[in-house]
């Protein structure tokens, strides 16, 4: 399922790295699936320890000459040198040089709750949620897969309905797994809310300073700030006795376990402006209550479904490398959705939930930069009209090879 993955660490184990190797991801994405599956693959014995269920961060970190005895007392048993030890429910960087010093006898992965890369010393793994590629293999659709992969974007009539499908299931393994095996809508969003409860929990024990209230009122309020049912920078079902402080603390509580994507607003909006993405679709939908049939039936969904595709297609950017993206606004006029730097180029995007064609906003944007290629993005399948590109919702893991190097 997780190909990208496990030709990672593939490649970490058969090199002989000797660095500890840090996968790094939001909760439920596969990290721990992805580093035990290489001793399951292998047959290598190795040795688990999750220190969220210890509770016993400081077994391992409190100073690294006692790292061999810690790990003894949390698996009850000798851990001998060479062998692969999975440490999971890290919580950042501070635990480096316990797992350096422990590096120096056996092979270690560490499972990292936050984002924060460990730096200098360390391989680095950045596991998201599963592209539109992943599901398509996850449900025996190979084929389709391996088209899309080759920059390829034609069978529109079968790619539009799971790309639907998938923006409302979303990209967790568990949820994924969940409704291929059962169809059931509600399988998929049990498995979507233990997840949702589990990054409530981990955004607020890093800062005690932000209330739970707070931090989770944030994260329920993205839904409506994409859907613009709230207009404003702040976030409206924050309390109102909040400062602003602690909403943009609360913020960055969750940018840094990966549960939000901060994106700047720039053009004619306010300094310091922004826009917020959920981590996965299938997320956004289950914190707005929403039946899976309001992304699958843009009619049904109106504003809220065109805002899971404006998340689903950032999410496809930056699951292919495209980096960096911003949002254009002029005045009250237009909005282009998404500004992506590609091949040396800003590449302005506007989003449609449903296969019409109206580039108001890159007409807009193209009054101001006229050299930039734009490109409009629905369900429909591409074409050529007025200079603009149209690209299929479905494809936007191609935008980067359309106009990056060698393009």
Same mark, same amino acid.
């Given at each position: 399922?997780?190909?990208?993955? =496990?030709?990672?660490?593939?490649?970490?184990?058969?090199?002989?790295?000797?660095?500890?190797?840090?996968?790094?991801?939001? $909760?439920?994405?596969?990290?721990?699936?992805?580093?035990?599956?290489? #001793?399951?693959?292998?047959?290598?014995?190795?040795?688990?320890?999750?220190?969220?269920?210890?509770?016993?961060? $400081?077994?391992?970190? =409190?100073? *690294?000459?006692?790292?061999?005895?810690?790990?003894?007392?949390? %698996?009850?048993?000798?851990?001998?040198?060479?062998?692969?030890?999975?440490?999971?429910?890290?919580?950042?960087?501070?635990?480096?040089?316990?797992?350096?010093?422990?590096?120096?006898?056996?092979?270690?992965?560490?499972?990292?709750?936050?984002?924060?890369?460990?730096?200098?010393?360390?391989? /680095?793994?950045?596991?998201? %949620?599963?592209?539109?590629?992943?599901?398509? /293999? #996850?449900?025996?659709?190979?084929?389709?897969?391996?088209?899309?992969?080759?920059?390829?974007?034609? =069978?529109?009539?079968?790619?539009?309905?799971?790309?639907?499908?998938?923006?409302?299931?979303?990209?967790?393994?568990?949820?994924?797994?969940?409704?291929?095996?059962?169809?059931?809508?509600?399988?998929?969003?049990? #498995?979507?809310?233990?997840?949702? *409860?589990?990054?409530?929990?981990?955004?607020?024990?890093?800062?005690?300073?932000?209330?739970?209230? %707070?931090?989770?009122?944030?994260?329920?309020?993205?839904?409506?700030?994409?859907?613009?049912?709230?207009?404003?920078?702040?976030?409206?079902?924050?309390?109102?006795?909040?400062?602003?402080?602690?909403?943009?603390?609360?913020?960055?509580?969750?940018?840094?376990?990966?549960?939000?994507?901060?994106?700047?607003?720039?053009?004619?909006?306010?300094?310091?402006?922004?826009?917020?993405?959920?981590?996965?679709?299938?997320?956004?939908?289950?914190?707005?209550?929403?039946?899976?049939?309001?992304?699958?039936?843009?009619?049904?969904?109106?504003?809220?479904?065109?805002?899971?595709?404006?998340? *689903?297609?950032?999410?496809?950017?930056?699951?292919?490398?495209?980096?960096?993206?911003?949002?254009?606004?002029?005045?009250?006029?237009?909005?282009?959705?998404?500004?992506?730097?590609?091949?040396?180029?800003?590449?302005?995007?506007?989003?449609?939930?449903?296969?019409?064609?109206?580039?108001?906003?890159?007409?807009?944007?193209?009054?101001?930069?006229?050299?930039?290629?734009?490109?409009?993005?629905?369900? #429909?399948?591409?074409?050529?009209?007025?200079?603009?590109?149209?690209?299929?919702?479905?494809?936007?893991?191609?935008?980067?090879?359309?106009?990056?190097?060698?393009?």
């Amino acid at each position: 399922m997780r190909r990208d993955a =496990d030709q990672f660490i593939d490649g970490w184990w058969d090199g002989g790295d000797t660095r500890p190797l840090v996968i790094r991801g939001v $909760r439920g994405c596969g990290k721990t699936f992805s580093a035990l599956s290489l #001793a399951e693959r292998r047959g290598i014995p190795c040795t688990y320890v999750d220190l969220g269920a210890y509770g016993a961060d $400081r077994a391992l970190a =409190d100073t *690294a000459g006692r790292v061999a005895s810690g790990l003894r007392s949390l %698996t009850g048993q000798p851990v001998p040198d060479g062998t692969l030890v999975v440490i999971d429910g890290v919580r950042g960087p501070g635990i480096g040089d316990a797992l350096l010093e422990l590096a120096s006898t056996h092979r270690v992965i560490a499972v990292s709750r936050g984002l924060e890369p460990f730096g200098e010393g360390f391989a /680095d793994l950045r596991i998201r %949620t599963m592209s539109f590629t992943e599901f398509l /293999d #996850a449900g025996g659709r190979s084929d389709l897969a391996a088209m899309l992969r080759g920059g390829r974007t034609g =069978d529109a009539e079968s790619l539009i309905p799971l790309f639907a499908e998938f923006q409302a299931v979303g990209g967790l393994p568990g949820a994924v797994g969940a409704w291929l095996s059962t169809g059931d809508e509600r399988e998929a969003d049990s #498995a979507v809310r233990k997840v949702l *409860a589990d990054i409530l929990d981990d955004a607020c024990r890093r800062d005690r300073r932000v209330s739970e209230e %707070t931090v989770g009122n944030v994260m329920s309020s993205v839904p409506d700030h994409l859907s613009r049912a709230n207009k404003k920078f702040m976030f409206s079902r924050a309390s109102p006795g909040d400062a602003q402080r602690s909403v943009r603390t609360a913020v960055g509580m969750l940018e840094g376990i990966g549960a939000v994507l901060r994106v700047e607003m720039r053009g004619d909006a306010a300094p310091g402006a922004f826009k917020l993405f959920c981590f996965d679709t299938g997320a956004l939908r289950v914190l707005r209550g929403a039946p899976m049939s309001m992304v699958t039936d843009p009619d049904l969904g109106g504003e809220f479904a065109k805002g899971v595709a404006e998340n *689903a297609v950032l999410l496809e950017l930056e699951r292919s490398g495209a980096a960096g993206s911003w949002c254009w606004r002029s005045g009250n006029k237009a909005e282009a959705e998404l500004v992506v730097p590609l091949g040396g180029t800003d590449v302005p995007i506007q989003v449609s939930s449903r296969p019409s064609f109206y580039p108001r906003s890159l007409r807009e944007y193209s009054c101001r930069d006229p050299s930039a290629p734009a490109v409009y993005m629905s369900p #429909a399948p591409p074409e050529v009209r007025d200079g603009v590109t149209r690209v299929p919702l479905y494809a936007a893991c191609t935008l980067r090879g359309m106009f990056g190097p060698g393009a």
